[in-house]
């Protein structure tokens, strides 16, 4: 806990220090808000969720307790909300996988040599997409906190009520899924898995 400089922020927070708020939210809106879009696959409530994200931190300030990891304890409150939307609202997901701003590559991107490399690339993103929807809510979350978060087996626990364990079986289970669904696409010849 004292090597984390964000739970002394979060600290300075309980203690009324609106700058240390201010400063957690500037590092951490950006990572939340892609996490929120890249699950749910809807920009129209993507503002609004990640503002309830941060509200949440804002009001559990009195109550809150230091614990290791203050990112851990951000993406729980990112995750279950993410479920809880899927859940209430039944809506039909989308996972954008292209770049971090999540319009994938442009042809002025100096490494796509081809137009055609981009249509390749573009539709190797599609064909992701389609398969990460299809992955099970907490398998499709395990892998965005390690893949496009970048959070540990650790902190991809504390994030989702896990034991290690829990999450290194959700992680491989999500693998096998994808590679089973990508198979056919590798064997059969077609776009950017012609052949391999």
């Known amino acids: 806990m004292e090597g984390d400089p964000d739970v002394s922020l979060m600290l300075r927070v309980q203690a009324g220090d609106e700058e240390a708020f201010a400063r957690l939210l500037s590092k951490y809106e950006r990572p939340i808000s892609r996490l929120i879009f890249r699950y749910l696959g809807r920009a129209a409530d ?4 990640t503002q309830e ?12 307790r230091p614990q290791p990891s203050f990112r851990s304890w951000l993406y729980r409150i990112a995750t279950n909300l993410c479920l809880n939307q899927m859940r209430g609202r039944k809506i039909t997901q989308s996972l954008d996988v292209g770049s971090e701003d999540g319009t994938g590559p442009s042809i002025a991107d100096p490494r796509v040599k081809e137009p055609g490399e981009l249509l390749e690339k573009k539709e190797l993103s599609l064909v992701i997409r389609e398969i990460l929807d299809d992955l099970p809510a907490s398998q499709k979350m395990a892998v965005m906190l390690n893949k496009y978060q970048g959070l540990a087996y650790q902190e991809i626990g504390e994030a989702m009520g896990l034991s290690i364990p829990a999450v290194k079986s959700l992680l491989s289970r999500a693998r096998e899924r994808i590679k089973e669904r990508l198979l056919p696409y590798l064997r059969s010849g077609k776009g950017p898995w012609k052949g391999m």
């Open 46 to 49: 993507l503002q609004d969720l």
């Open 53 to 64: 994200v941060f509200l949440r931190v804002y009001r559990a300030r009195a109550t809150w």
